[in-house]
């Protein structure tokens, strides 16, 4: 028997069904309360609302579980790869062989941008943002291949899967060698996915360039953990802009900017910023947790916290491991590193934290990967959205198949004026 929750209103009573997750999460159905009671929820910042039913990815935040189509992330994150990864995301399947080989086959052959495209990076002003370029750039793709944006049409659909999951890395570097005015290196197709962005990041023509595998493995566990992570900020801004059926192009542009904010996946930017701050404050890292428990103080601790999780983020774990992992080989110890392990160490412990239940999330030690691998801070974010690509492809698409399919809009409860006359010019007051 379908549980139910009874809502009474003026003295009338009205059921409404409770939904049953894959996982036992429950959810309320609300979607007839407006027509059979007039009323309507608010819920600011969705603390409360469930937006969709979706089969992708799955997170229990006071366990500290994430799952992409099933299978835990320290699974993916140990055996598979990023493209792999992307195909189960955005298929649903772990691929065979032959899907998989496929699947890289027509990612790596489109990976060059069309020449034209070069000349939009000499209209941005000196040493732009790279995340503001790449949204451009991905946005102005849809005036590359505009005869092929029906959101509708199989075939069009998937060949724009191909052409994003291709490009981006591609449009990324180009917007790191426009901003140290290196000239663009083109895509090369004999690489993986990881090495090749590497290679069009670091290499210049009058040098040889050395793959290096070890660091192309590294980053390429990093885009798998930020592969998807269900209806986060960026991630409803997809969902949100394909409900109208905007193609793919424009849907991922929106998501790229909602992903630019430092509560997003501009953390990890800050982060780093954060570190190096407190690195040349003294290291005083007592200081800054106390400001961050500070309500009068607007500091927060970067990387610490998440909506949804009120446990360790399992992502963060792996990314400490992997941190240690690459700067340990280092000659000389990172102090940021060591900044952030302190941090971490007095936050944990720290009543404020634990009430708050504020653990370190995925931001936290990704930057120093990306520093100790020659990323600039403002790349960080970029490289947020090439991993979370697939994940944003896969969400756009299942809102597209869903059979109840609708243009997103939520409702309002209105606090200004009421109804009122005009007041002319002469009559208006200061
Ligand atoms: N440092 C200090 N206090 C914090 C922090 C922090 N990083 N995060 C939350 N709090 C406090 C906050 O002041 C509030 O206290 P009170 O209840 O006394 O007013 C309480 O914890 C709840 O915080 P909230 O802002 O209401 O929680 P939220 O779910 O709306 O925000 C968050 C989540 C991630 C935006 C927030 O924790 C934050 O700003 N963290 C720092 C930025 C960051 O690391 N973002 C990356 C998120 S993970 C990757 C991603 O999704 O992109």
Redesign the pocket.
Known sequence: MTETVKLTYQGKTYEFPVLEGACGEKAVDISTLRNTTGLITLDP?FMSTGSCQSQITYLDGEKGILLYRGYPIEQVAEKSSFLETSYLLIYGELPTQEQLDEFKYHVTHHSMVHESIKNLYDGFPNNPHPMAVCSAVVGSLATFYQNELDVRNEREVEITIHRLMAKLPTIAAYSYKKSIGQPFQYPDNTLSYSANFLKMMFCVPCEPYEIDEDAAKVLDVLLILHAD?EQ?CSTSTVRLVGSSMCNLFASVSSAIYALWG????G?NQAVIEMLQIIHEDGRDVKKYVQK??D?NDSF????????VYKNFDPRSRIIKKLAHKVLDKKPNREPLLEIALELEEIAINDAYFIE?K?YP???FYSGLIYKALNIPENMFPVMFAMGRLPGWIAQWKELQEDKQFKIGRPRQVYMGATNRDYVPMGKRQG
Do not use: Q, S, T, Y
Request: proline fraction near 4%; charged fraction near 20%.
């Open positions: 910042g992570h986060n430092p509560l997003h996946g953390a961050a428990k309500h927060r601790l970067m990387g610490f916290g998440h909506r708050k504020l999330n995925v931001d």
